[in-house]
């Protein structure tokens, strides 16, 4: 996360330096989020039948890859290759930790544990790191592809260490199943389809909980810097801001679904971060930029809420194979969003692409999670496999 957070700034600025226009930029994206889709539910099967630590370290790899091709790509065409590795790496090690959040977490400390991780990860890294990212792109000569190319080499060298760290220290520590026949595949991942309640509807609103990565983030610092003027350095501290609220309130967040639901958090955290793109849409000075920054650091409060609802939904036993499938969809459907931002961006106009995703969310994903069953005290039979 922190090294991530130090490119993701500049990330889409980069790729339209490159010769990219928005459209493409939703492509280049959404080639990456179908990729990691399709392996989703394959890569969720191998965890259950042989643990995590493998796919973590493939994982890691993959997110080494992306930042050589981007610190050596010379046009837009390459960065396809590079968020492809993106996309599948960031899938395959995301999976491997949300698995192991699944299964070792009690559901009365689950969203506490999981806000402390992502306080520390996307809050306190997730604030130092665009600073430093911020300093690098000065010194190296601004906004431009030259200025922003180093970055790339200072996460790739970062992402080595990572992966040296998981090799040394990340045990195998995973129930793992005799069974592990590649034709047991399908039947193992419609079982899992069958051992939760109203998992489709689950699917559907989870996917809709991704757009503002797939289409708001992607496209916040473009609209900052092309339509609001917005430099370097504010670029830099919406990042920093983003990061704060779940430094300040993931925790305490955390705490208070696991002692009032899932369900109620949601309500309130949702509707915090489209805040964010009326503020980053209207906002008249570098200020309110920085704010909407903040605003949008409830997504990812949010989605930490979400995703402790999720794993609550089916059996331990189908955790990783279970977190497959969401992620297919997720990522199909962010595929199928991000395309439709750049086309939005360039046909409508910008400001489109943040009250597109603010209508889908308030017509569709909060009506069907009303109808979802609370899950902090939900209880599954015990599974036989």
Not at 73 to 96: D, L, N, T
Not at 103 to 119: F, G, P, V, W, Y
Request: proline content about 4%.
């Amino acid at each position: 996360m922190f090294l991530y957070s130090i490119v993701s700034p500049y990330l889409s600025i980069y790729t339209m330096s490159l010769g990219a226009t928005a459209t493409q930029l939703g492509l280049v994206n959404s080639v990456g989020m179908v990729a990691a889709g399709l392996i989703a539910p394959f890569i969720g099967w191998i965890i259950d039948r042989r643990g995590v630590r493998q796919v973590y370290l493939v994982g890691i790899g993959l997110l080494a890859i992306f930042y050589l091709v981007y610190a050596v790509a010379g046009g837009w065409s390459i960065a396809v290759f590079g968020m492809i590795a993106y996309w599948v790496g960031k899938g395959m090690s995301g999976q491997a930790c949300s698995t192991i959040c699944g299964n070792s977490l009690r559901n009365e400390d689950r969203a506490t544990a999981m806000s402390l991780c992502e306080t520390l990860a996307a809050g306190v890294l997730g604030m130092l790191a665009p600073v430093l990212g911020a300093a690098l792109v000065a010194r190296f000569g601004g906004l431009t592809v030259d200025g922003i190319r180093p970055l790339f080499y200072v996460s790739l060298f970062g992402t080595a260490m990572t992966f040296v760290m998981i090799y040394v220290f990340l045990p195998n520590a995973h129930r793992v199943s005799t069974a592990s026949r590649f034709r047991d595949l399908l039947r193992d991942l419609s079982a899992v389809l069958h051992s939760g309640e109203k998992l489709g509807r689950w699917l559907v609103i989870d996917a809709i909980g991704f757009l503002p990565f797939g289409m708001v983030i992607p496209f916040a610092q473009p609209f900052a810097y092309h339509v609001k003027g917005a430099d370097e350095l504010i670029l830099g501290m919406m990042l920093t801001a983003y990061a704060l609220t779940p430094l300040v309130l993931g925790i305490v967040v955390g705490r208070i679904a696991d002692r009032i639901g899932r369900k109620r958090v949601l309500y309130i955290t949702i509707p915090l971060s489209w805040l964010s793109s009326i503020a980053l849409i209207f906002a008249p000075n570098s200020g309110v930029l920085v704010l909407s920054g903040v605003l949008l650091g409830f997504a990812t409060v949010s989605s930490v809420t979400a995703g402790a609802m999720g794993y609550e939904l089916v059996p331990k036993a189908h955790m990783g194979r279970w977190i497959g499938i969401s992620r297919l969809v997720r990522m199909l459907v962010g595929a199928a969003a991000a395309t439709l931002a750049g086309l939005i961006w360039d046909h409508l106009g910008p400001a489109y692409v943040f009250v597109t995703v603010i209508a889908i969310e308030l017509c569709i994903r909060m009506p069907l999670l009303i109808t979802m069953p609370e899950t902090l005290h939900l209880k599954h039979q015990p599974d036989s496999e």
